[in-house]
């Protein structure tokens, strides 16, 4: 019971620390409103979901031991984020300031996209890799349970620290909207911030 106490405080502290998901969610708010920033905060809880159940069966443990595997895993996720980015700088430049009425194709095409960016994201696979195992007590037994027990929760707490990140940008958000000269380059810098994740991700060391 420690050890959970323990992983939940550690967990929480990196939730809430803003890394590459949380940028992401908070440049899809304010690329296309508060709607497609939650969806797209679900989309990457799913993605994280991936990843988890993939260490529990050992896939993302052949994929970090691969260097050919891990470096196409991070060149497809890094190419599809730097699409979304250029998508939306370029949208955010001739569209008008008013966001779009979100709409049901809409909000599922951000959620597909979360998942897609999440799970195709490398540094997810070895961060799990790398900080669960040091909570889990082997001499209770069911290793794979305890592992997929402490992934979910880990996925939860980074959920739940996006949609409070989301919350916010949407906020500021409205704001915005009463500048229109302003919203516009933030539309646009959030496009640039997601191309810049991708560039990121496909730099990523194997070893870093």
Request: proline share 4%.
């Amino acid at each position: 019971m420690p050890h959970l106490f323990l992983f939940i405080a550690a967990a929480l502290l990196l939730a809430v620390t803003p890394g590459p998901g949380m940028f992401y969610v908070v440049g899809r708010t304010w690329a296309a409103g508060k709607a497609d920033g939650l969806a797209s905060s679900f989309g990457t809880m799913l993605g994280g979901f991936v990843h988890v159940t993939a260490c529990v069966i050992g896939v993302s443990a052949l994929v970090m031991a691969s260097a050919t595997a891990f470096s196409v895993l991070k060149f497809v996720g890094g190419i599809y984020l730097i699409y979304l980015g250029i998508q939306t700088f370029r949208a955010a430049s001739r569209e008008t300031l008013e966001m779009p009425t979100p709409s049901r194709q809409g909000l599922w095409r951000a959620l597909r996209q979360g998942v897609v960016v999440e799970a195709t994201n490398p540094k997810t696979a070895a961060f799990f890799l790398a900080f669960i195992p040091q909570f889990i007590v082997t001499a209770n037994g069911h290793v794979a349970m305890q592992f997929l027990v402490l992934g979910v929760i880990s996925v939860l707490l980074n959920t739940g620290a996006d949609l409070i990140a989301v919350m916010g940008a949407a906020r500021l958000h409205r704001k915005l909207a009463t500048r229109p000269g302003l919203f516009r380059r933030v539309r646009q810098g959030s496009g640039v911030l997601m191309a810049g994740l991708g560039v990121g991700l496909i730099a990523a060391r194997r070893n870093a």
